[in-house]
């Protein structure tokens, strides 16, 4: 069993940068793939950015080029770095844990504006 724990979200201008946080527990954080996804109103959950327990990461096409991925085993903790936000990015963001199973955070609003 997993527990994830999203912090960092917000209200933030376009153009600008939030840097996305969840603590994980429970669990052998270093073994589990983790990955960040999204959802807009009215629009299915998407992915946005994964790594696996060896750190390869995998950006979506949406989000390539102004978000890193990054995790922190010794901190249980995966990151989730935006920069250039646009209106379109505005979602609730999802942490994910994966071996498997899939468990899943209750999620951290990002409200860009205009």
């Known amino acids: 069993q997993v527990q994830l724990v999203e912090s960092g979200g917000g209200l933030v201008q376009h153009g600008g940068s939030l840097r996305l946080s969840c603590a994980a527990s429970?669990?052998?954080?270093?073994?589990?793939?983790m990955g960040w996804f999204r959802q807009a109103p009215g629009k299915q959950r998407e992915l946005v950015a994964t790594t696996t327990s060896g750190g390869s990461t995998n950006d979506a096409d949406s989000v390539k080029g102004r978000i890193t991925i990054s995790r922190d085993n010794a901190k249980n903790t995966v990151y989730l770095q935006m920069d250039s936000l646009k209106p379109e990015d505005t979602a609730v963001y999802y942490c994910n844990a994966h071996r498997g199973v899939y468990y899943w955070g209750k999620g951290t609003q990002i409200t860009v504006s205009s």
């Open positions: 429970g669990s052998i954080f270093s073994k589990y793939g």
